[in-house]
């Protein structure tokens, strides 16, 4: 077994950057398509809302069919029909057909995403704290480094209609690596229950019982609420505020992401040295900086020097979560904790998206900045579970 699990590491690797790639083009690629079609801060900021509800909705019943039939049935089910419906985007002419498509796909987008992350979960915990970020890393440098990159020059070249002829064949390509990856995958000893309302409830219970979950799924809601409205809405900053170009202003994005994943790749070093609570720290002090600086500049090149700050420290931070989630995920089941944290996640997006079309149409988008900044501050003065 562990043979074929080092052989399956190319293949996992390779799925999780093609998964972070597809991803990373779908979000970039929303808003800007929805702001060619004439659309508002507010009615932007529905869209990305359309794109969470149907993950709340889904992520707990996702994690509760992951443990109980494994992750490949719904990898293949939720590859195909993404991207499916993705290739419908192509023949999309306004905001109402874009709001039915993204709608539908984030009800679909659970069978796939709850899926990658209890693999991605059970590969954590064999390879501990020091490495917590490699995994999580190569998703993101698909996400962050690699689509900003080919969504400036895939629009540029072939507009948005082919765009997106190209994001669901990213989408279903990702089935290229199934075998290897899922072969490994062990499913928890206890027997998962049918899915029910009951069972849903008792998969929800763990939050309760399980203190070191409640405050890593907080600090995920934080990051993921602040990567939303950065990656949902930067580009669109740049452009209006500062009148930049397209491959311009999708670069801050990637500036952001290089620190990231970056983070994500060396700072499990740290966390092993100094301790995941120096780490913490000086992510939420890097983070709560970077983010009154992008609330305060005035020009282009002050956002360029505060985005990789904020992806540096949002990095660190996504470390010391994650390795606390497989530590929880070792306890409950890959498939019970990821279906909760994929639950949970959608709300800061949700909220990000809240704040972006909110306050970016009745007072300005840069605003938000300055209402996220406390939440790390917060986040400083909570303590780090360091126990198995």
Same mark, same amino acid.
């Given at each position: 077994m562990e043979g074929?699990?080092?052989d399956a590491l190319p293949f996992f690797v390779g799925m999780n950057l093609l998964s972070g790639l597809s991803m990373g083009l779908a979000n970039i690629t929303l808003p800007l398509f929805a702001m060619s079609l004439g659309s508002t801060p507010a009615t932007i900021g529905l869209l990305a809302i359309c794109q969470s509800v149907g993950v709340l909705l889904m992520g707990l019943p996702a994690g509760l069919m992951v443990?109980?039939? %494994?992750?490949? =049935?719904?990898?293949?089910? %939720?590859?195909i029909t993404v991207g499916g419906l993705y290739l419908l985007l192509s023949q999309a002419s306004n905001v109402a057909t874009l709001a039915v498509v993204v709608s539908l796909v984030s009800c679909l987008m659970p069978l796939r995403s709850v899926a990658l992350s209890a693999l991605f979960m059970q590969k954590i915990s064999q390879v501990g704290v020091t490495k917590a970020g490699w995994f999580r890393g190569c998703y993101m440098g698909g996400q962050v480094l690699l689509a900003p990159l080919a969504a400036a020059a895939m629009i540029g070249h072939f507009g948005y209609p082919y765009s997106y002829l190209l994001i669901g064949g990213c989408f279903t390509l990702l089935l290229v690596f199934l075998s290897p990856v899922t072969r490994t995958y062990r499913k928890p000893s206890s027997e998962a229950p049918p899915l029910s309302l009951q069972a849903l409830k008792q998969q929800l219970s763990v939050?309760?019982?399980?203190?070191?979950? =409640?405050?890593?799924?907080?600090?995920?809601?934080?990051?993921?609420?602040t990567n939303q409205f950065f990656t949902f809405f930067i580009a669109i900053i740049a452009i209006k505020r500062f009148h930049v170009e397209l491959a311009a202003a999708t670069s801050l994005i990637t500036l952001n992401g290089v620190c990231y994943v970056a983070a994500l790749l060396f700072a499990g070093r740290l966390a092993q040295r100094f301790g995941e609570s120096v780490l913490r720290r000086l992510g939420c002090v890097l983070s709560a900086s970077a983010l009154l600086a992008l609330g305060l500049a005035d020009s282009i090149q002050i956002m360029r020097l505060a985005a990789p700050l904020l992806g540096a420290g949002m990095g660190m931070i996504q470390v010391i979560s994650l390795s606390g989630l497989a530590r929880c995920g070792a306890r409950?089941?890959? /498939? =019970?904790?990821?279906?909760?944290?994929?639950?949970?996640?959608?709300? /800061?997006?949700?909220? /990000?998206?809240?704040?972006? /079309?909110?306050? %970016?149409?009745?007072?300005?988008?840069?605003?938000v900045f300055f209402l996220l900044a406390p939440v790390f501050v917060i986040i400083l003065g909570q303590r780090t579970f360091q126990h198995s």
């Open positions: 074929n699990a080092n443990d109980r039939f %494994g992750p490949k =049935r719904l990898l293949i089910i %939720g590859s939050l309760r019982s399980d203190p070191q979950l =409640r405050r890593n799924c907080t600090w995920e809601l934080a990051l993921q609420a409950h089941g890959p /498939g =019970r904790v990821s279906g909760v944290t994929i639950f949970l996640f959608p709300l /800061g997006g949700l909220l /990000g998206s809240a704040l972006g /079309g909110i306050v %970016g149409d009745y007072l300005d988008l840069q605003t």
